[in-house]
T-cell receptor, first 111, second 112 residues
Framework: DAKTTQPPSMDCAEGRAANLPCNHSTISGNEYVYWYRQIHSQGPQYIIHGLKNNETNEMASLIITEDRKSSTLILPHATLRDTAVYYCIVRAAYNNNDMRFGAGTRLTVKP | DSGVTQTPKHLITATGQRVTLRCSPRSGDLSVYWYQQSLDQGLQFLIQYYNGEERAKGNILERFSAQQFPDLHSELNLSSLELGDSALYFC???????????FGQGTRLTVV
């Protein structure tokens, strides 16, 4: 069962903020939202995760709506090296908390 | 460098054969995950171990098996290989179940 829905592709201009949406309308109270990205065929890279509060780290910001049914990953100043497939994943805190990837969003940062 | 080591990096073998892929997790990580990624396909979750015990199972074929050893390294065994098993196989590790996972660079398996 798909727990998340993401647009298949997005473009962003270099230097601008990239806002990647994710819908997780069936999320339950004990489920976290994780974001990973995969550059070409490299191993996926962890970006950020959160439960209900907005989170920020050196890579990105995660904005989770108050009802927790959607979230947005923000790359504040996208560079060409941010071109990748971005995956939004929902994981339970307890049982059945394996990490399953969907199709993700292919972000292309253009000069 | 994520700290997760996968060997070998590349493997070419014939149909019907058996191979073993190895994963050394980051120091201190107790959880190991295995994924399969076919050409231009998404990451398919295969199996997860935590401190030597199977924690979750995904779309893993019966021809495939895995284990995590007392020293926490893990092996993925693929047998009776078919052409369709050609893929990138990734291993990831994390300290605990919900902490962020770090991925290795993968083993590219080609079945001819």
């Amino acid at each position: 069962d798909a727990k998340t829905t993401q647009p298949p592709s997005m473009d962003c201009a270099e230097g601008r903020a990239a806002n990647l949406p994710c819908n997780h309308s069936t999320i339950s109270g004990n489920e976290y939202v994780y974001w990973y990205r995969q550059i070409h065929s490299q191993g996926p890279q962890y970006i950020i995760h959160g439960l209900k509060n907005n989170e920020t780290n050196e890579m990105a910001s995660l904005i989770i709506t108050e009802d927790r049914k959607s979230s947005t990953l923000i790359l504040p100043h996208a560079t060409l090296r941010d071109t990748a497939v971005y995956y939004c994943i929902v994981r339970a805190a307890y049982n059945n908390n394996d990490m399953r990837f969907g199709a993700g969003t292919r972000l292309t940062v253009k000069p | 460098d994520s700290g997760v080591t996968q060997t070998p990096k590349h493997l070419i073998t014939a149909t019907g054969q058996r191979v073993t892929l190895r994963c050394s997790p980051r120091s201190g990580d107790l959880s190991v995950y295995w994924y399969q990624q076919s050409l231009d396909q998404g990451l398919q979750f295969l199996i997860q171990y935590y401190n030597g015990e199977e924690r979750a199972k995904g779309n893993i074929l019966e021809r495939f098996s895995a284990q995590q050893f007392p020293d926490l390294h893990s092996e993925l065994n693929l047998s009776s290989l078919e052409l369709g098993d050609s893929a990138l196989y990734f291993c990831a590790s994390s300290v605990a179940i919900l902490t962020e996972a770090f991925f290795g660079q993968g083993t590219r398996l080609t079945v001819v």
